[in-house]
């Protein structure tokens, strides 16, 4: 450095690397910014979203509990049925906040360790409980083995949240296609259920949406599974996109490089 100040070039060359470096770092500190803003109205949402959702259930058990008081101890048929309702209402929260925890957790990209993994392995590991829990037909296509850079425990919790619910809306064979195109593993869960309409697919990664509200009614969805799902993507530096047709079926579908540094 000094030589070259001897040579006349040092200030000039300084100066400008400290504007550059300021500039920079202007960029840097309103980009952190931006993202503690982000961040913040993320947590806002989120909170605003969670106590909303848990109001629901805590109202219902708390009006059936006052029924159960006041006339459940002369009455079984309402003792009964106040009991069923707390019941099924109490595991609706403990499902919800599971969930909003999970949610809570897949945002800390700390979390995440990646290594060298098998990906029909993983698929595989996935699927087999549920095949034993739903004796419901999940087949997987694909080459016998796929090596990949991933996590395999938050990839196992992604696709166990596509094909759970493939299974749920669909009823019948699902389907895991593992594809591995120009250095990029494709995984693709796809159903024959009854499709997701047009106009819902943009909204499907927000949290709490439910596509049609009588048929989750039935099925007990908290509407957090996909945008848990996203996140998760997300963090494993995966693109999570849908296709659907109604009447024909829903194919999700995870893509992520195989190496990491490519
Ligand atoms: P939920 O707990 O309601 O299943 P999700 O976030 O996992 O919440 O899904 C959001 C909505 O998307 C669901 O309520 C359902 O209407 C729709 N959906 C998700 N997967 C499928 C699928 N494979 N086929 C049809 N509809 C689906």
């Given amino acids: 450095m000094r030589d070259n100040r001897e040579k006349g ?20 500190y309103n980009d952190m910014m931006d993202q503690l803003g982000r961040n913040y109205e993320k947590q806002e949402r989120f909170v605003s979203d969670a106590s909303h959702e848990l109001k629901t259930p805590i109202t ?10 006041r006339r459940g101890f002369d009455d079984r048929n309402i003792a009964n049925e106040a009991v069923d309702a707390i019941l ?84 019948g064979a699902v389907r895991l296609i593992l594809e591995e195109k120009e250095g990029l593993i494709e995984l693709s869960v796809a159903d024959h259920g009854p499709g997701i ?31 848990l799902a996203k996140e998760i993507a997300d963090g494993l530096g995966a693109e999570l996109s849908v296709e659907s047709v109604v009447g024909i079926g829903t194919v999700f579908r995870i893509s992520f490089p195989s190496n990491r540094q490519s």
Avoid: C, W
């Fill in 9 to 28: 070039t040092y200030e000039k060359i300084d100066e400008t690397r400290g504007k550059d470096e300021l500039h920079e770092m202007t960029l840097a």
């Fill in 60 to 69: 219902v058990i708390e009006s059936y509990s006052r029924l159960l008081k």
């Fill in 88 to 171: 099924s209402q109490a595991v609706r929260m403990k499902d919800l906040t599971a969930q909003l925890l999970d949610l809570a957790r897949s945002d800390q990209s700390a979390a995440y360790n990646f290594r060298q993994a098998d990906i029909r392995g993983i698929s595989e590991e996935t699927v087999r409980p549920m095949r034993q829990a739903y004796g419901q037909e999940f087949a997987i296509e694909g080459p016998d083995k796929l090596l990949a850079e991933t996590d395999p425990d938050k990839l196992r919790q992604l696709l166990f949240i596509l094909l759970d619910n493939a299974r749920k809306y669909s009823d």
């Fill in 197 to 227: 309409p047009e106009a819902d697919l943009p909204h499907l990664f927000d949290r709490f949406y439910r596509v049609d509200s009588d048929r989750n009614r039935k099925t007990g969805g908290t509407g957090l599974g996909l945008a």
